[in-house]
């Protein structure tokens, strides 16, 4: 089906690790982005991507990387996780103007 | 940063009350959105609303950007609207600055 998928669902990892959450969307949409969900914050952007390889960095990023080789993938690495980064992870994707954006089902991470 | 505040933070309701949400902003946008979160966690794109005023079903929205204000109107609630209610906003960079949300809870 078409849309955007978020994998894995849910994710427990140890502190100090490397973890890697995948987006895929199949709209071939130029925009996507990275949000973490954590109670009481709403949702902030991490990431952002205009096209395949141009990313930029959005209100919370530290800890994370991102690429964008293709366009219809967006994977988020948390390079060395730490318990701060235990959150509900979105991937999103727009065209932009008045196509709005479209979220994925979020992955629930866990650091440990 | 452009900041998004969302009233009432939390919201019960008697299945069949009107309800409305408010969502103000601090500058001037070129897109607002509003999005329900459900109960497991989906975000769904209620309206794309940057002014005026758009209706869907029992949901209806206003934008008054002039006046950096939203207004999300639900009648007639149903259990199935529970969940929490997010206002969103751009400022041309396609990146959306979310408010803190609105909990909605529809007692049968």
């Known amino acids: 089906d078409a849309g955007i998928t978020q994998s894995p669902r849910y994710k427990i990892t140890e502190t100090g690790r490397q973890v890697t959450l995948m987006c895929h969307q199949t709209?071939?949409?130029?925009?996507m982005f990275w949000y973490r969900q954590d109670l009481g914050h709403g949702l902030r952007l991490i990431y952002y991507?205009?096209?395949?390889?141009?990313?930029d960095k959005g209100e919370v990023p530290d800890g994370y990387v991102v690429s964008r080789s293709k366009t219809e993938n967006f994977p988020l690495t948390l390079e060395s996780a730490t318990r701060s980064q235990t959150s509900v992870y979105f991937c999103?994707?727009?065209?932009?103007?008045?196509?709005?954006?479209?979220f994925g089902s979020g992955t629930r991470l866990t650091v440990v | 940063g452009i900041q998004v505040e969302q009233s009432p933070p939390d919201l019960i309701l008697q299945e069949g009350a009107n309800s409305t949400l408010r969502c103000n902003f601090s500058?001037?946008?070129?897109?607002l959105q509003w999005f329900h979160q459900n109960p497991w966690g989906q975000l769904i794109n209620l309206f794309y609303?940057?002014?005026g005023t758009k209706q869907n079903g029992r949901l209806s929205a206003t934008t008054v950007a002039t006046e950096r204000y939203s207004l999300l109107y639900i009648s007639s609630s149903q259990t199935t609207d529970s969940g929490v209610y997010f206002c969103?906003?751009?400022?041309?960079?396609?990146?959306?600055?979310f408010g803190a949300g609105t909990t909605v809870t529809v007692r049968a």
């Open positions: 999103a994707s727009s065209e932009g103007g008045f196509y709005g954006y479209t």
């Open positions: 709209w071939s949409h130029s925009y």
């Open positions: 991507s205009a096209a395949a390889d141009i990313t």
């Open positions: 500058d001037s946008v070129n897109n």
């Open positions: 609303i940057p002014s």
């Open positions: 969103a906003v751009e400022r041309g960079d396609y990146k959306l600055s």
